[in-house]
């Protein structure tokens, strides 16, 4: 168990609908990533956030956003939901921004049908 | 885009030793990392490198080179629970944005009898 959890674990949803991903990171951790991991396919950094701040921006398309709150966990918002949208959306932290170890949640698996 | 390569797939022998490289571009460095993920499953830390040389854990190695931009993961006394994808990260500036922890599209070692 990496201490981090995220919710739900499967979510099943129709196209143009909008979900919330939610990821709790370790205790003490500041740091939170999402990534996008489709079918076979590598992990695709969306965007990472440190103590409620936004950090850094990966490949994030304009429907998806994110957000960190002040008990540090974390939200990934997903909206006008495509097919193309259904992957594993993997959480991370870490204590800093800085080369330190990430953590990885057990993901949440979306399937837009 | 992405500046981590590394092979796409491997094969080996069960009990003998694997090399699986991986080549970075960074505008700024904190530190390369490498992963194991299993298929369906979430990526597990097996290394961290900030400075040149060789970091041996058990039967798992990893080598860096900063002025190369090169590093590699060594696996020793292969066993069949080898077989995953090994993803290479490097903490640190990319395109876009500094402090990013970006992946490699993964190696698929598979480890045969």
């Known amino acids: 168990d990496s201490g981090v959890t995220q919710t739900p674990k499967h979510l099943i949803t129709a196209t143009g609908q909008r979900v919330t991903l939610r990821c709790s990171p370790r205790?003490?951790?500041?740091?939170v990533y999402w990534y996008q991991q489709s079918l076979d396919q590598g992990l695709q950094f969306l965007i990472q956030?440190?103590?409620?701040?936004?950090?850094a921006k990966g490949n994030i398309l304009e429907r998806f956003s994110a957000q960190q709150f002040p008990d540090l966990h974390s939200e990934l918002n997903l909206s006008s939901l495509e097919l193309g949208d259904s992957a594993l959306y993997f959480c991370?932290?870490?204590?800093?921004?800085?080369?330190?170890?990430?953590?990885f949640g057990q993901g949440t698996r979306l399937t837009v049908v | 885009g992405q500046n981590i390569d590394q092979p796409t797939e491997m094969t080996a022998t069960e009990g003998a030793i694997v090399q699986i490289n991986c080549t970075y571009q960074?505008?700024?460095?904190?530190?390369l990392f490498w992963y194991q993920q299993h298929a369906g499953e979430a990526p597990t830390f097996l290394s961290y490198n900030v400075l040149d040389g060789l970091e041996e854990k058990g039967r798992f190695s990893s080598f860096l080179s900063r002025s190369k931009g090169y590093s590699y993961l060594l696996l020793k006394e292969l066993q069949m629970k080898d077989s995953a994808s090994y993803l290479c990260?490097?903490?640190?500036?990319?395109?876009?944005?500094?402090?990013?922890?970006?992946f490699g599209a993964g190696t698929r070692l598979a480890v045969h009898p």
């Open positions: 956030y440190y103590n409620g701040e936004e950090r």
């Open positions: 205790s003490g951790d500041l740091s």
């Open positions: 990260a490097v903490s640190g500036g990319f395109s876009g944005g500094y402090n990013k922890l970006i």
């Open positions: 960074t505008s700024g460095f904190n530190g």
């Open positions: 991370a932290s870490s204590v800093d921004v800085r080369g330190t170890e990430a953590f």
